[in-house]
């Protein structure tokens, strides 16, 4: 199967449970087209509401169809969304109201458009609200599955997607658990913890890994909140030395949530592989080799790492 | 039905007298704008929403948002006079493991419909709300108070302008406009006006009210059911502190709870306001 964007199986998923679930609403700010909530939006037009560039509004309006009983997904680039904040944490979480936040293009993976429009901080700011999930798939199958569990899962929950195509990660039988961390690749002189857009390319370093001689677990933690602490325990009593590697802000994202866990639980020597500063214009590509995000910078940091 | 005018201006009197002690026992709040609202509230939550401890969570049920959270005393005690909580209850207000909330908190106490108090979300909740209602066909309206010095907030103005876009004329904003806000008179902190021009700019019905008299207030909502196809935006001209004299129209006491001296005279105001309208029942029966 060809590589395909995250937000492409976010919007196929949508229509899809759009004519099964006829609660599910949507909401876009004028950027329907890069969301790909306009699949949706074709296919259902009384139950699609075109906002306008007017995040706030669009946010606090999805708060209320939450209130009356809808299933709002309200859809933007996640750096857009994190923007209302203010309205986020009152109107949705302080509320409890059930709605689904949507934030596409996250990290420097997006490329030529620079930073001010790649989510860098989101997980950071949306981790830290009570009552959020915080969600990351990394390939089509995994996205439409966590599409469906967050359809109907009780609660706001911020969904982060990529504008990048994305490999194959997992098998066709495979079944999205929230909350559960998936181990990719077994090892024991190391594990990486990976998230979203980067999961593949850490596969890839792991096998570049394996023929250095070390031998490197790989993880998806596709539910960054809540956290699936058992497992980030589990790894770190077993393989001892943890590396995290994300398409977000060091701080804040996947590799503190795991700092998080093991500083009180398990302490162990961390290595968080991720932004530390604002992003750039550039081709993916070339931004994923300059920020050390692509197979061979994510193995290189890990052997310099374990030495 | 309605209750008679007299009637409803002894509950507005008594909710006024409540907030006073409410106040004072939690020993901080919002003074000014809580007593300002208190007509705007008995006329809808007694005349229109006629909220009941029975509806008070109903899918069907009128809706009613407080935008300008700082104002949820007045609320509280509407609440308590409709029976949908405790009376004594509102005496817990700020109190810690209280429901009472300093600002409304649904997740503390859902009959709030929304956590409300930063100022400016309050009417993209009601049109959310709104707009389910006319998805599912319900008949239910879905009002909403803003503060005055809350319309300077950008997100008011994104919903403003969207909610004609939607024609959701089962929406009704009011303004509570006191004049007032924490820093000074509205018209220098950073004046909204014209007002109704703006609205009416927006697409809105606009209606311009006293919103301490309950004949205009209740013939605003009645005025407002009967237009269709756009929403009705109620400005109602109030008076901040309404009801004690030494609070009106002085926004020192936008953010302060009287002590007991000033309780005390307040509510001696209050209590022979309300002698008086016991009076005039009496004398009209």
Redesign the interface.
């Known amino acids: 199967m060809p590589a395909k964007a995250t937000r492409v199986s976010f919007g196929e998923a949508l229509e899809e449970l759009g004519e099964r679930i006829q609660d599910i609403v949507v909401l876009d700010a004028d950027l329907s087209k890069s969301t790909m909530s306009i699949k949706f939006a074709k296919r259902f037009p009384h139950r699609f509401f075109e906002m306008g560039i007017a995040e706030q509004n669009m946010i606090g309006t999805a708060a209320g169809l939450a209130l009356a009983g809808k299933i709002p997904f309200a859809c933007s680039f996640a750096c857009f969304l994190i923007g209302r904040y203010e309205t986020i944490r009152m109107s949705v979480a302080y509320t409890n109201a059930n709605v689904k936040l949507v934030g596409t293009h996250a990290g420097i993976g997006i490329g030529e458009d620079g930073y001010s429009q790649m989510g860098l901080e989101d997980i950071a700011l949306m981790r830290a609200l009570p009552n959020f999930s915080v969600v990351q798939p990394c390939d089509d199958i995994e996205t439409k599955q966590a599409v469906e569990y967050i359809a109907l899962h009780q609660g706001p929950v911020f969904l982060r997607l990529t504008r990048q195509p994305l490999e194959e990660v997992n098998p066709p039988d495979y079944k999205f658990q929230f909350g559960k961390g998936v181990i990719l690749k077994d090892g024991k002189d190391v594990t990486i913890f990976a998230t979203g857009g980067v999961v593949f390319n850490s596969l890839l370093a792991g096998e570049r890994l394996e023929r250095d001689g070390i031998s490197a677990r790989v993880v998806n933690i596709h539910t960054i909140k809540p956290i699936d602490e058992e497992l980030i325990i589990k790894c770190a009593v077993e393989t001892g030395k943890i590396v995290t590697v994300e398409d977000h802000n060091i701080v804040g994202g996947l590799g503190s949530a795991v700092m998080e866990v093991l500083a009180e639980n398990y302490p162990v020597k961390v290595k968080r592989i991720g932004i530390k500063k604002f992003g750039e214009s550039g081709s993916p590509k070339e931004l994923y080799e300059k920020y050390g995000l692509d197979p061979e910078g994510i193995a290189k940091a890990v052997r310099e790492f374990l030495k | 039905m309605r209750n008679s005018l007299i009637d409803l201006k002894i509950i507005a009197t008594k909710i006024r007298i409540d907030i006073i002690k409410m106040l004072n026992k939690a020993g901080s709040g919002h003074s000014g704008g809580s007593l300002s609202c208190v007509e705007i509230l008995v006329a809808l939550f007694w005349e229109k929403i006629k909220r009941t401890p029975e509806n008070a969570l109903s899918?069907d049920r009128d809706r009613f948002i407080l935008s300008k959270g700082h104002g949820v005393p007045a609320l509280y005690a509407v609440l308590a006079h409709r029976g949908v909580i405790p009376y004594e209850e509102i005496f817990t207000l700020r109190k810690i493991n209280s429901r009472l909330q300093g600002h409304p908190?649904?997740?503390d106490l859902p009959y709030v419909?929304?956590?409300?108090?930063?100022l400016?979300?309050g009417?993209?909740?009601?049109?959310?709300?709104?707009?389910?209602?006319k998805?599912?066909g319900k008949k239910y309206r879905v009002y909403c108070l803003l503060g005055d010095g809350e319309m300077q907030e950008?997100?008011v103005w994104?919903?403003i302008?969207?909610a004609p876009k939607?024609k959701l004329d089962n929406l009704c904003a009011i303004v509570d406009y006191n004049k007032g806000q924490i820093d000074g008179y509205v018209k220098d902190v950073m004046d909204i006006e014209p007002l109704s021009d703006k609205l009416r700019a927006f697409n809105w019905n606009v209606i311009e009210i006293d919103g301490h008299d309950f004949e205009q207030i209740l013939s605003a909502l009645d005025e407002a059911e009967l237009v269709k196809g756009k929403p009705t935006f109620i400005i109602a001209h109030t008076v901040k502190g309404k009801g004690v004299s030494f609070m009106e129209d002085n926004h020192e006491w936008h953010g302060k709870a009287p002590n007991d001296e000033e309780t005390k005279l307040a509510l001696k105001e209050l209590e022979e306001e309300l002698n008086e309208l016991l009076s005039q029942k009496v004398e009209v029966k």
């Open positions: 899918p908190s649904r997740l419909e929304a956590s409300t108090g930063s400016g979300q009417l993209s909740i009601a049109q959310g709300i709104a707009i389910a209602g998805i599912d950008g997100q994104e919903a302008m969207s939607f």
